[in-house]
């Protein structure tokens, strides 16, 4: 079945530093590719997207590549801030029966990212 | 537009009682998702429901989970009885017709 992997934490950071989330997945079909993040005591929010090769999902500084030659969909954030200290989940969309979504998602296990001043 | 919406926040209860969440999808959405999180299992998906019926439930652990999904505006989650095992955080998401889920603020629960 369809799977995600992505780097384990936690990952320490101080402020301004660059930040890279390693994401990689295994898929049949052609599935979107997420970024979604926790913060402290909240629901998962949609960070970013992608649905095709090649396309560049960007928010809020961050930004990921789907890149379907190596399978992956690393996130990246040229100067973190405290306010980005959260935790992030990569994800993908499954392929349904009928070959479209089927709007389930299968996430990876989590990355916690604290960024300090 | 409101979010989802999901109570109680926290619930505390005793091994053995009987336990409800609920969730009120965003207005217009036709899929719900439940999902259940833990530090050991990170976040699994339970059961998903599209117009009101259940897609596919084999995510739910045992007997003791039931979802039902009486109208398009609320869902609920029921575990009796109740383990200690499942204290955990469950997130109820929607969505329409799009891969992009829209979670609620989830539930913390407390078994003892």
């Known amino acids: 079945g369809d799977s995600v992997t992505q780097m384990e934490g936690p990952v320490t950071l101080s402020e301004e530093a660059f930040l890279t989330i390693n994401c990689t997945y295994t898929?049949?079909?052609?599935?979107?590719l997420f970024w979604y993040v926790q913060y402290p005591g909240e629901g998962l929010q949609l960070l970013l997207k992608?649905?095709?090769?090649?396309d560049k999902g960007s928010n809020k500084g961050f930004e990921a590549t789907y890149r379907k030659e190596t399978t992956s969909f690393h996130l990246e954030k040229g100067s973190v801030q405290v306010s980005d200290s959260a935790v992030y989940f990569c994800?993908?969309?499954?392929?349904?029966?009928?070959?479209?979504?089927?709007?389930?998602?299968?996430f990876g296990k989590g990355t916690l990212l604290t960024v300090n001043p | 537009d409101a979010g989802v919406i999901q109570s109680p926040r926290h619930e505390v209860t005793e091994m053995g009682q009987e336990v409800t969440l609920r969730c009120k999808p965003i207005?217009?959405?036709?899929?719900l998702f439940w999902y259940r999180q833990t530090m050991m299992r990170g976040l699994e998906l339970l059961i998903y429901?599209?117009?009101?019926?259940?897609?596919?439930d084999s995510g739910m652990p045992e007997d003791r989970f039931s979802a039902k999904m009486p109208n398009a505006s609320f869902s609920t989650l029921k575990i009796q009885p109740s383990e200690p095992r499942d204290s955990a955080v469950y997130f109820c998401?929607?969505?329409?017709?799009?891969?992009?889920?829209?979670f609620g603020p989830g539930t913390r629960l407390t078994v003892l």
């Open positions: 998401a929607s969505t329409v017709r799009t891969d992009t889920q829209y």
């Open positions: 992608a649905t095709k090769a090649d």
């Open positions: 429901f599209n117009n009101n019926v259940p897609i596919d």
């Open positions: 207005s217009g959405h036709d899929y």
């Open positions: 994800a993908l969309s499954e392929t349904g029966n009928s070959g479209g979504s089927n709007y389930k998602l299968t």
């Open positions: 898929a049949t079909g052609y599935p979107s």
